[in-house]
């Protein structure tokens, strides 16, 4: 069974940053797509970035420049991070890791939240 735990969220100032922590576990192969999505309060669930199993990157364009992928990959886990930087209260959301395989899995959530 795929597991996600994410952690890394908190309260920071308009400019500040932020890392955000996905470990993956329970994957049985190594096709599958991880990323995070967010959800404001009234929003739909949006896509922030992602990477596929080659590396290749997506990004929304709202974070661009702003926000990195980076992961890390051993025998028995995936660990994907998200930096992000110069972060705004439109930032603001409920923050969720996704892992697309064979089936669809989401984590927890981690809340974000940008204000003075």
């Known amino acids: 069974q795929v597991h996600l735990v994410e952690s890394g969220g908190g309260l920071v100032q308009p400019g500040g940053s932020l890392r955000l922590s996905c470990v993956a576990s329970g994957m049985t192969s190594r096709y599958y797509i991880l990323g995070w999505y967010r959800q404001a309060p009234g929003n739909e669930r949006e896509l922030v970035a992602d990477?596929?199993?080659?590396?290749?990157?997506?990004?929304s364009e709202s974070v661009k420049g702003r926000f990195t992928l980076s992961r890390d990959t051993t025998e028995a886990k995936d660990t994907l991070y998200l930096q992000m930087n110069n972060l705004q209260s439109e930032d603001t959301a409920v923050y969720y890791c996704?892992?697309?395989?064979?089936?669809?899995?989401w984590g927890q959530g981690t809340q974000v939240t940008v204000s003075t």
């Open positions: 996704n892992l697309k395989g064979s089936a669809t899995y």
């Open positions: 990477i596929s199993m080659w590396g290749s990157t997506t990004y």
